[in-house]
């Protein structure tokens, strides 16, 4: 869900520019800075506020992760849960850009 650009930039501003879950720096280049998104921490579909108290700024990649998980309503387990499943995500682009390339 698109935040208003106001948002957006109080939310990047605020967390420096780095995705919250990963750390990847967002402004390293601007495809980053562009693809940036905020990430719903208690999501709007299970009643989360759009402010940027429920908000923090993520990497397409570690919010894409994040689609469908409602369930997780903290930024702990929001965190946990990327981490674990980047790991996963990882190994298998490792092992099938072997098969590509």
């Known amino acids: 869900m698109r935040v ?24 390293n280049n601007f495809s980053s800075y562009w693809a940036a998104t905020v990430d719903h921490v208690h999501a709007v579909a ?3 506020a759009d402010n940027a108290d429920n908000l923090v700024l993520s990497c397409p990649a570690c919010n894409s992760m994040l689609s469908r998980s409602g369930a997780l309503t903290t930024f702990a387990e929001r965190k946990n849960f990327v981490e674990k499943r980047r790991k996963d995500e990882i190994n298998g682009f490792e092992n099938w850009k072997k098969t590509v390339r």
């Not at 208003?4 to 967002?26: H, I, M, S």
């Open 4 to 27: 208003p650009a106001k948002t957006w930039r109080k939310v990047f501003e605020r967390d420096k520019g780095y995705c919250q879950y990963c750390n990847l720096d967002l402004l």
């Open 46 to 48: 299970e009643n989360g």
